[in-house]
């Protein structure tokens, strides 16, 4: 029955975080599913009524014990703020992957369990097995990411103008809690299994912390520049120059993006677009400078109006395309023009 329970709660937990989903990772998300996944297969093994059930159930939990730590190990560097490249996190996905490739072939191969053995005790199902040498591997996996874990938070330690030391050590209890748990209970047979009891209620610890720094984070509370970005236009195009989209305020300055059709090249003539902004982006995109972003003006009945250009680029390094942000400044260089005459 406690099995159901945390399976649940699991659920409950990722319902919440998809209802704010805008305040939540998509590693918090992965954990979640990845508990909830593996508390199924802890209720669906002890209540297995053949080997070959149970052996598809023990192949269902391992998912806590192969994603788990590499999820935790990236949820406590984006809380430290250590940037962790997309490559690199896909070379930890696939080692992993792999490895729970391994773990696919129990009951087949004496790779990852060399003997497994199904009993049923009081009703309930369980397995004795005896360890292959991918077993191994998994272990050492676990210990490198507990080691990776506390490496990294105690390098954050130090950064406490940037990161709270009370997420980071939360973080790490947990880490070690559940490590601390999984390795007792490899020791000690008991009735229940320990693992997804800690594991759901370590969800409620890891969230609470992300959750909480991302609700105050700047990227979202954009609110607070709403008025801002409502009072200027913005207009994006890929690195081939065809049209990708623009907002409210970019139309009410330039009419003919109306009818522009997306990822389509810009008409050729016409248009106040063509008039005031299409020679200077093909300059700056021509002097090939993506470092800096270009800031100039342009009047339009009596009114001066502000434009940036810049480069849209791909983790920080090839062009993926170019964005204009236009505003009118009439208003602020007259007051500057007034503050000078006094």
């Known amino acids: 029955m406690i099995y159901v329970v945390c399976f649940f709660i699991a659920l409950l937990v990722l319902l919440f975080i998809i209802a704010f989903g805008e305040i939540v990772d998509v590693n918090i998300v992965l954990l979640v599913v990845v508990v909830s996944i593996s508390n199924g297969g802890y209720y669906a093994l002890t209540f297995s009524k053949n080997i070959d059930e149970a052996l598809l159930a023990s192949k269902i939990i391992y998912v806590i014990g192969i994603f788990a730590p590499v999820l935790v190990f990236l949820i406590l560097c984006d809380l430290c703020q250590i940037h962790i490249s997309n490559i690199i996190k896909s070379i930890l996905y696939a080692v992993q992957l792999i490895l729970y490739m391994n773990v696919c072939t129990i009951g087949k191969s004496q790779i990852f369990y060399k003997i497994v053995e199904y009993h049923v005790e009081d009703g309930f199902a369980y397995l004795t097995k005896i360890y292959g040498p991918m077993h191994t591997v998994y272990l050492f996996s676990l210990f490198f990411y507990s080691a990776a874990c506390v490496v990294v938070g105690m ?122 902004l299409r020679q200077p982006l093909l300059k700056y995109i021509r002097d090939d400078d993506h470092e800096k972003s270009e800031s100039m003006t342009y009047t339009y009945k009596g009114e001066v109006y502000q434009y940036n250009l810049g480069t849209l680029l791909r983790n920080g390094k090839s062009v993926r395309g170019y964005f204009i942000q236009v505003s009118n400044v009439t208003d602020s260089l007259e007051q500057r023009k007034l503050k000078r005459e006094k």
């Open 155 to 276: 390098y954050a330690i130090n950064k406490r103008n940037v990161v709270s030391r009370i997420n980071v050590d939360i973080l790490l209890f947990v880490e070690i809690l559940n490590g601390s748990v999984y390795f007792i209970e490899r020791f000690v047979h008991l009735n229940y299994e320990l693992t997804p009891i800690f594991a759901t209620l370590s969800l409620f610890v890891i969230i609470l912390p992300t959750v909480k720094l991302s609700m105050y984070s700047v990227s979202n509370n954009m609110e607070i520049f709403k008025d801002e970005i409502r009072n200027m236009g913005c207009i994006i195009f890929d690195k081939n120059l065809k049209y990708m989209g623009c907002n409210d305020y970019a139309i009410a300055l330039f009419p003919e993006l109306y009818s522009w059709e997306i990822d389509k090249k810009v008409p050729g003539n016409g248009g106040r677009f063509n008039t005031f």
